[in-house]
């Protein structure tokens, strides 16, 4: 999947970036904030699609002793940087579009409009290979990525539609105004993106992992009595790591509770990265020294 996700990076950088030169030209020379502000629009585009090239790029290195996890993260920090961006973009288009509202400027609707439908269609082209090609459902920097290029085909259906209201009716204040619209839309995006890549890098837990029924689990394991210390967390989307503690009766085989317990977490909760200590009822782990604290790293 990563020779996927990066072949459809590469192609939706390489339309993104043509069609927002065409925007840009095509902005100044109609006077468009729409398609200026969706020129913007895409040049923060060609930026995420350049960074989440980059994160797939370093994901495809192998770990390290210095990077244990290898080089996963640097997907959720390519995702967060494009959450960014794109409420950097976001505020530029509402800053330029407030300073309009007063005296809305005469734009060229006509040619608007044709340049706006080329961008849409650039961008559904963009969409598409990254759909066809990369894993845009449970990769977040892909994700973030396609994010970027659906909320440019949102920007060049407001343009298209204000090109419309001022060609049919004169209304040229619906430039700024769907400008706005299309801006907040955005920001909700983005909102919704930086908050799950924040989620991540504190190591949040993952949303489809319910802790009290993890511990309902373990605790019907014959021999189990408690556990304590649990942690999950995402190392980055799709990539869950979990460990704990287990308190067993005096004289259990604790090689036993781990062949039950280890695959009970796979199969159920799709946790395939554990590491679990197990402790005997009574037992002074404080005089285990640095094993136990090894087993909380």
């Known amino acids: 999947m990563l ?9 939706a950088l390489a339309i993104t970036f043509v069609f927002m ?8 020379l109609t006077n468009s904030l729409a398609l200026l502000s969706d020129s913007a629009h895409m040049l923060s585009d060609v930026g995420s699609l350049a960074i989440s090239l980059v994160a ?3 994901v495809a290195r192998p770990p390290s002793r210095q990077k244990s996890y290898g080089y996963q993260r640097m997907e959720i920090l390519a995702a967060l940087l494009n959450g960014v961006a794109l409420f950097v973009v976001a505020g530029f288009i ?3 579009a407030y300073s309009r509202l007063a005296a809305p400027p005469a734009v060229a609707a006509g040619s608007m409009m044709v340049i706006a439908l080329f961008g849409l269609l650039a961008n559904i082209a963009s969409a598409w290979a990254l759909l066809r090609n990369s894993d845009v459902k449970n990769n977040i920097n892909i994700k973030s990525a396609y994010l970027h290029v659906l909320s440019d085909a949102l920007g060049s259906v407001g343009a ?7 060609q049919v009716y004169g209304w040229y204040i619906a430039d700024p105004i769907i400008s706005v619209i299309v801006a907040v839309l955005v920001l909700k995006s983005a909102w919704r993106l930086i908050t799950q890549a924040v989620h991540i890098l504190m190591e949040g837990t993952p949303g489809n992992v ?5 511990v309902r689990e373990l605790t019907a ?5 408690g556990v304590h210390d649990i942690h999950v967390w995402q190392v980055t989307a799709g990539y869950d790591v979990f460990s704990c503690h287990i308190t067993v009766l005096s004289g259990t085989n604790a090689t036993q509770i781990l062949a039950q317990a280890v695959p009970l977490l796979e199969q159920k909760f799709g946790l395939r990265h554990t590491t679990i200590q197990v402790e005997e009822q009574g037992a002074d782990i404080s005089s285990w020294g640095c094993q136990a604290d090894g087993a909380h790293k």
Not at 5 to 11: D, F, V
Not at 21 to 28: H, P, R, S, T
Not at 221 to 225: E, L, Q
């Open 160 to 166: 298209l539609l204000a090109g419309l209201l001022m």
């Open 221 to 225: 394991i014959d021999g189990v009595v």
């Open 210 to 214: 319910a802790v009290a029924d993890i």
């Open 21 to 28: 030169l065409v925007e840009a030209v095509g902005g100044w």
């Open 3 to 11: 020779s996927g996700n990066k072949n459809g990076l590469i192609i």
């Open 56 to 58: 797939v790029w370093f």
């Open 94 to 96: 509402i800053w330029e």
